[in-house]
């Protein structure tokens, strides 16, 4: 992808500072209080303007010498922190920063009101944030059509009753109670007048009607993460079910269990039977593959009890265009997987079973109510399909994109491809500096290959926490996106933030978004799971062949136990630990519940 070469022509075009470049917007017009501490910041383009215009009296909190941001600075902010200073860094931010005094704001913005920022998404970026955001220094509203944030790498054991639903999920209240939550669904967003419009369902008894209405914001941080794509594919929207929310984990886990209530039926052919007990998986990713090891859990563990005479019948199919599965992971741990799902299972009173299949290099053509087709005209008759296959944007980020067709924003779309182009500290291209995007909706200018994943939405929605709470504006000046200065350079930084001032050697400039590979998981069933965790990064391009990053792999029991270790301890509250702590034991002890609600 070429990666040193956009980030570095991403760098020129900031570097060059003109307004119609990267990061810059022509149409600001500043209105915070917080710009008023910046107006010492000069670039080398209006030096000499800044120095011959009278300066405003201010307090004593501001700098008191012009400040100039050259282009050897901001390339110098922008360049990636060295591996060991980023490591301490992040552990001074979890270990040291959480014991610091909170910060105030300088006094010329100690009586002004409050910001208002509004975050559109309850996902993991959009829950990050609300746990680091200070709200003693903004007010922060929170609209979303979903009340609470769900813990989707559990989804797939939540839709064949491995955990209770309700124990991966938490309500925004409770994430942050000093936040205000409002339950709808933007439906556009006007960056000219900084209005958000909205529709909701209003309901009275047995009577509901939607009530539009707009909400302002002086900042938006755009989180709402993306949809799972068809690519087109006929039939998928109508036939296939997804495994994106916590309803689609509950609707999985009726069919799952109507297949079988429908395979016991009398009257019915064995061929009916298979057909019904086939269950098509499109897509080899982490979705895909989790999904397929919870089910075979299911039907080892729980099919004896229930469906004993039907477990000859159960078929599972992988279907992926791709030659391989599970694609981040190394090749050692792709084959451990393989011959993880597709082992042998003895039950007692039931002939050897082999229930999984993985086809590769097979591109699905169309769906239809009994059948999945694929386009080198092999057909499989299934009882009920999955789509893992893939995400893309939703309207709403489609439409964002379009509003700000005037800007760079376009121009930045031949790196983002459908996602919402942000700059190094996750600030919109084109958007002024008034709003922010992250996880699955974003792509970052001089990192355009991250993933979409739960853990880069996580990190960036704390950098973003962060980022508001200790102080740096972030506004645009005279046209141009700069990057974002501290309001008090003489104020108390905490452990982390002088790390990583000391990593870039800058210490007004606040650090832009560094990703920290942590590492992939899998659960592969059976008690087995993969943990490919990062120790080192590579060098050069991650994209590349020469990259190289040293990884530990870590598979079977022990990974299994890594596995659930690393889900509980990502939980976003002790109740949600101890709540799919206890269902993995009543699971344990009881089975999975097979109830259809």
């Keep these: 992808m070429r990666i040193a070469a956009v980030a570095s022509a991403i760098s ?4 060059s ?16 209080p917080r710009s008023i501490l910046l107006r010492d910041v000069v670039t080398e383009e209006n030096a000499e303007a800044v120095e011959s215009e009278p300066q405003p009296r201010v307090a004593p909190t501001t700098p008191t010498k012009n400040t100039k941001i050259t282009r050897e600075r901001i390339e110098k902010a922008t360049k990636e922190r060295a591996y060991p200073l980023f490591l301490a860094e992040k552990g001074a931010s979890m270990l040291l920063d959480p014991f610091s ?23 993991w970026g959009a829950a990050a ?7 003693d220094k903004h007010d922060v509203t929170v609209i979303s059509p979903r009340n609470y944030f769900v813990f989707t790498p559990m989804l797939a054991g939540a839709s064949v009753g ?6 991966i999920t938490e309500s925004v209240r409770e994430i942050n109670n000093n936040v205000r939550y409002l339950e709808a669904a933007a439906t556009e967003i006007d960056p000219l007048t900084n209005t958000i419009s909205c529709i909701s369902i209003v309901c009275e008894g047995n009577s509901c009607e939607t009530e539009e209405f707009d909400v302002s914001y002086d900042r938006l941080l755009y989180s709402v993460g993306a ?24 609707q999985i886990k009726n069919a799952i269990v109507n297949c079988f209530e429908t395979a016991g039926l009398p009257n019915l052919t064995e061929e009916d039977i298979q057909k019904e007990l086939t269950f098509v998986i499109v897509g080899a990713g982490p979705t895909g593959i989790e999904f397929a090891a919870e089910l075979l859990d299911f039907i080892e563990s729980d099919g004896p009890r229930y469906y004993k005479n039907l477990l000859p019948y159960v078929r599972i199919k992988i279907v992926e265009a791709a030659p391989t599965i599970l694609r981040p992971f190394e090749d050692g741990m792709k084959d451990e997987a393989i011959r993880r799902l597709t082992r042998t299972m003895e039950i007692e009173g039931v002939p050897t079973l082999q229930p999984l299949e993985i086809l590769l290099n097979k591109q699905v053509s169309e769906v239809s109510a009994n059948y999945v087709y694929l386009k080198d005209g092999e057909k499989i008759p299934y009882g009920m399909s999955l789509w893992a296959a893939g995400i893309g944007p939703l309207p709403i980020t489609t439409s964002l994109i379009e509003t700000l067709e005037e800007t760079e924003q ?11 182009a942000v700059d190094p500290w996750l600030r919109v291209i084109g958007g002024e500096g008034k709003i922010f995007a992250f996880g699955d909706c974003s792509c970052v200018s001089n990192t355009p290959f991250l993933a979409a994943t739960a853990q880069v939405a996580s990190q960036q929605g704390e950098f973003l926490g962060k980022l508001f709470s200790n102080d740096y504006c972030v506004d645009a000046r005279d046209d141009k996106l700069l990057p974002p200065m501290v309001l008090d350079p003489n104020q108390a930084k905490s452990a982390s933030e002088q790390i990583a001032s000391f990593a870039m050697g800058e210490s007004e400039i606040a650090a832009p978004f560094q990703y920290l590979d942590l590492g992939i998981l899998a659960y592969t069933g059976s008690g087995s799971a993969l943990a490919q965790l990062q120790v080192a990064p590579g060098k050069g391009d991650p994209t590349s062949e020469t990259w190289n990053p040293v990884r530990l792999q870590i598979k079977g029991k022990l990974g299994f136990s890594l596995w659930r270790t690393i889900y509980l301890a990502k939980q976003t509250s002790p109740k949600n630990v101890v709540l799919v702590t206890l269902d993995w034991i009543k699971v344990k002890l009881f089975g999975r519940d097979i109830s259809i609600l």
């Design 12 to 15: 020129f075009a900031i570097l």
């Design 129 to 135: 944030f609300l746990k680091n955001i200070d709200t």
């Design 101 to 123: 005094s909170p910060k105030k704001l300088p006094s010329p913005l100690s009586n002004t009101p409050k910001e208002q920022i509004v975050v559109l998404g309850t996902g």
């Design 227 to 250: 949809q799972t794509t068809t690519f087109g594919t006929p039939g998928v929207e109508e036939y296939c079910n997804y495994l994106k929310q916590v309803g689609d984990a509950q």
């Design 410 to 420: 376009i121009t930045a779309q031949e790196y983002a491809r459908g996602r919402v």
């Design 17 to 32: 500072l003109s307004p119609s470049q990267a990061f810059l917007s022509p149409r600001l017009q500043l209105q915070t």
């Design 162 to 167: 491995s955990v209770d639903f309700k124990s």
